[in-house]
């Protein structure tokens, strides 16, 4: 999937193994090359070339990715907005994490208003829309315990909260994220009256 943002197409995510490890791959080798290119020299051209190849072995095999999605996530990932695809395929990269629903039909939203877990009606959650403008999604590992534990979601939401920022001031994403757990960014969570910790939405 691609996204035009600013005339530039970026593609969605980077969810393709590959794709990330020869993303990754091709900066280490721009980033640190320049450190290691005086190594060679004085050598003769055969352990010149022994000693590169030697360098883009040791690059490749570091930049394999750390985490990477399972099914489940997989699917919630592809129902998501372009800019929520970029956002957690950015995170992915270094925290691992679960997502647990993107889109969600009028009927599914139903049933969660009639259970009482969730305050707004069929069309009225940007869950309802397509491609999904917010995604439920949780630190990875989770354990039963773990929806108590509330300084864990905060950090967690910190660090999906600064990846946003740092985006959107590169311009990779154009629009802010809003937690659930401050509903009113204003950087306090203690003001919030209704707590959706996993909740992460596009305004
Ligand atoms: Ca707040
Ligand atoms: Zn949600």
């Given at each position: 999937m691609y996204y035009t943002i600013d005339n530039r197409t970026i593609k969605a995510g980077e969810l393709d193994f590959w794709a990330i490890l020869w993303d990754s791959f091709i900066r280490k080798i721009k980033y640190f090359g320049i450190f290691f290119e005086p190594v060679t020299t004085g050598y003769s051209d055969k352990a010149a070339i022994e000693i590169d190849v030697s360098l883009a072995a040791f690059f490749f095999i570091w930049s394999f990715p750390m985490y990477s999605y399972g099914t489940r996530s997989t699917s919630v990932f592809e129902t998501l907005h372009p800019e929520l695809q970029i956002l957690f395929g950015e995170?992915?990269?270094?925290?691992?994490?679960?997502?647990?629903?993107?889109?969600?039909?009028?009927?599914?939203?139903?049933?969660?208003?009639?259970?009482?877990?969730?305050k707004v009606k069929p069309g009225g959650s940007k869950h309802n829309r397509w491609p999904s403008?917010?995604?439920?999604?949780?630190?990875?590992?989770?354990?039963?315990?773990?929806?108590?534990?509330?300084?864990?979601?905060?950090?967690?939401?910190?660090?999906?909260?600064?990846?946003?920022?740092?985006?959107?001031?590169?311009?990779?994403?154009?629009?802010?994220?809003?937690?659930?757990?401050?509903?009113?960014?204003?950087?306090?969570?203690s003001d919030n009256a209704f707590d959706d910790f996993p909740h992460i939405e596009l305004i």
């Open positions: 995170i992915i990269k270094v925290k691992n994490v679960s997502l647990l629903e993107g889109y969600r039909s009028n009927e599914r939203q139903q049933e969660l208003f009639d259970a009482g877990k969730s403008e917010a995604v439920d999604q949780i630190p990875y590992p989770f354990h039963k315990g773990d929806w108590e534990d509330r300084d864990k979601f905060h950090l967690h939401a910190g660090f999906v909260l600064g990846v946003a920022a740092r985006l959107k001031a590169e311009g990779m994403m154009t629009r802010d994220v809003r937690w659930g757990g401050d509903w009113d960014k204003d950087w306090e969570a």
